[in-house]
């Protein structure tokens, strides 16, 4: 869509387009192997772990031959892979692929030409973002899992959802008119903008929810969050009950949920997935996380690069033929679980996804203090709008705070003491008290912004 044009338009064009865009969107995700895909993944739903092993290796294997086949960078490097050996031993041997590596040899990683993939461009919070292919199956059988699992929990397309995602698509006169959203009206799917959230147009953010009344919510939780916790504060409620929240992009913590179930009245599904392709790691009914094995091959590394409890998550993903993902290092953490769910879905748990694993702070007494742990430094303290810790050098940090009328120097000393409980004595800890803490340049927000080169 041409920003320039779009944003010419008057506002009833500007929702015909962006309804327009969505139909071709849509008409390509669920064509093709979509139906059939989605029926078979359906079927999986029932198999015991035998049979998801079983037929996880049979995925590995067409997907290892494929990239092998079709990609120059793979070829030179499974050239000498034995496939007819026990493959999940022999993959143990195919080399690590760090972010770099991808995106330093991806004109010789696509498998397809640019005309026929669908784009996908990965998120640039911390180095650089990359642009990947998809062929259009992948596609499909991504939204096949994405729909079969959003419609376990009621969603259907076509139902009313209120959709938080990094898309700009506001003009200034929008703006001026307080009118924060656009609309496709063939999905019933209402883009609110996750740019103009603040403490003067959120109750127009409500009473717009309130007059649509969608059931279904998805997009950055951050974004959600910023919405409730104004809404509880200053006793402007929504005044019906969501039924379901599907966060996306960011990595949930534990207040998130509960003030979006508190605020919203919906459950909140968490999901795990990556513009780049990553297979899925899903939540269920019983609020266990599952790593859906027909999505792709998963490994937990501990730092010497061993099999992990809890350590760096690292993936082959069958959904991403156009640009291949073999034993990828995405830079997230997971901590695998031994439990087994009674949900009826038979894929291994997952205990929590701690995030992308810069998202720590570091201290020379205490080591890597996670952002799970980090968040929790707020639980106590009153009148935090907002915060975003960052870490520049080992021995200090820097806390940005939006604070509201709520927030004493009381609460400055109790955030404070909770820091010095996490990252010991030793870490100069100095607060600085701002009016709005930027997003990055995707639309998510970082609560820790870790730039020391330890990650
Ligand atoms: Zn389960």
């Known amino acids: 869509m041409q920003e320039r044009i779009y944003k010419s338009l008057p506002n009833v064009l500007q929702n015909g387009l962006v309804t327009f865009f969505d139909y071709i969107q849509y008409k390509k995700r669920h064509s093709g192997v979509y139906g059939q895909f989605l029926a078979e993944y359906k079927n999986a739903k029932s198999l015991n772990i035998e049979e998801l092993i079983f037929l996880q290796k049979e995925c590995l294997i067409e997907f290892l031959n494929y990239a092998k086949h079709s990609s120059t960078y793979y070829k030179n490097l499974l050239n000498d892979f034995p496939f007819n050996q026990d493959v999940f031993q022999a993959y143990k041997t195919i080399p690590i692929q760090s972010k770099e590596d991808i995106r330093e040899n991806l004109g010789r990683i696509f498998t397809i030409s640019k005309k026929k993939a669908i784009l996908s461009k990965t998120g640039g919070t911390t180095g650089k973002s990359m642009e990947v292919r998809f062929r259009p199956d992948d596609m499909q059988k991504r939204f096949a899992i994405l729909d079969a699992w959003r419609e376990s929990f009621g969603y259907k397309l076509g139902d009313k959802v209120a959709w938080f995602s990094g898309k700009s698509l506001l003009t200034?006169?929008?703006?001026?008119?307080?009118?924060?959203?656009?609309?496709?009206?063939?999905?019933?799917?209402?883009?609110?903008?996750?740019?103009?959230?603040?403490?003067?147009?959120?109750?127009?953010?409500?009473?717009?929810?309130?007059?649509?009344?969608?059931?279904?919510?998805?997009?950055?939780?951050?974004?959600?969050?910023?919405?409730?916790?104004?809404?509880?504060?200053?006793?402007?409620?929504?005044?019906?009950?969501?039924?379901?929240?599907?966060?996306?992009?960011?990595?949930?913590?534990?207040?998130?949920?509960?003030?979006?179930?508190?605020?919203?009245?919906?459950?909140?599904?968490?999901?795990?997935?990556?513009?780049?392709?990553?297979?899925?790691?899903?939540?269920?009914?019983?609020?266990?996380?599952?790593?859906?094995?027909?999505?792709?091959?998963?490994?937990?590394?501990?730092?010497?690069?061993?099999?992990?409890?809890?350590?760096?998550?690292?993936?082959?993903?069958?959904?991403?033929?156009?640009?291949?993902?073999?034993?990828?290092?995405?830079?997230?953490?997971?901590?695998?679980?031994?439990?087994?769910?009674?949900?009826?879905?038979?894929?291994?748990?997952?205990?929590?996804?701690?995030?992308?694993?810069?998202?720590?702070?570091?201290?020379?007494?205490?080591?890597?203090?996670?952002?799970?742990?980090?968040?929790?430094?707020?639980?106590?303290?009153?009148?935090?709008?907002?915060?975003?810790?960052?870490?520049?050098?080992?021995?200090?940090?820097?806390?940005?705070?939006?604070?509201?009328?709520?927030?004493?120097?009381?609460?400055?000393?109790?955030?404070?003491?909770?820091?010095?409980?996490?990252?010991?004595?030793?870490?100069?800890?100095?607060f600085q008290y701002v009016s709005d803490i930027p997003r990055e340049s995707s639309g998510k927000y970082r609560i820790v912004k870790n730039n020391l080169k330890l990650a």
């Open 172 to 430: 200034d006169k929008d703006v001026k008119a307080n009118k924060y959203w656009k609309y496709d009206f063939l999905y019933k799917i209402r883009y609110y903008s996750t740019f103009h959230i603040h403490d003067n147009s959120i109750r127009h953010y409500i009473d717009d929810l309130n007059n649509f009344k969608p059931l279904f919510a998805i997009g950055f939780p951050s974004s959600m969050y910023e919405i409730a916790k104004w809404g509880l504060k200053n006793n402007f409620p929504l005044k019906y009950k969501m039924e379901t929240l599907f966060p996306t992009a960011e990595t949930i913590i534990d207040e998130e949920r509960r003030v979006l179930e508190t605020f919203f009245g919906g459950r909140v599904v968490n999901q795990y997935a990556s513009s780049e392709g990553a297979p899925f790691i899903l939540e269920c009914k019983k609020g266990k996380l599952h790593l859906e094995m027909l999505s792709g091959f998963f490994e937990v590394l501990d730092e010497q690069g061993l099999p992990a409890q809890s350590g760096e998550l690292v993936f082959t993903s069958f959904s991403t033929h156009g640009t291949p993902l073999i034993r990828y290092a995405i830079k997230d953490r997971i901590v695998l679980s031994d439990e087994i769910c009674d949900c009826g879905n038979h894929n291994p748990v997952v205990k929590s996804i701690e995030g992308r694993v810069n998202d720590f702070i570091y201290s020379k007494e205490r080591g890597k203090i996670n952002l799970g742990n980090i968040s929790n430094c707020i639980k106590y303290v009153k009148g935090v709008i907002k915060f975003q810790i960052i870490q520049n050098q080992e021995d200090a940090v820097l806390v940005l705070v939006v604070k509201s009328s709520e927030y004493s120097l009381n609460d400055e000393k109790m955030f404070r003491h909770e820091l010095v409980q996490r990252l010991g004595e030793k870490v100069d800890i100095k």
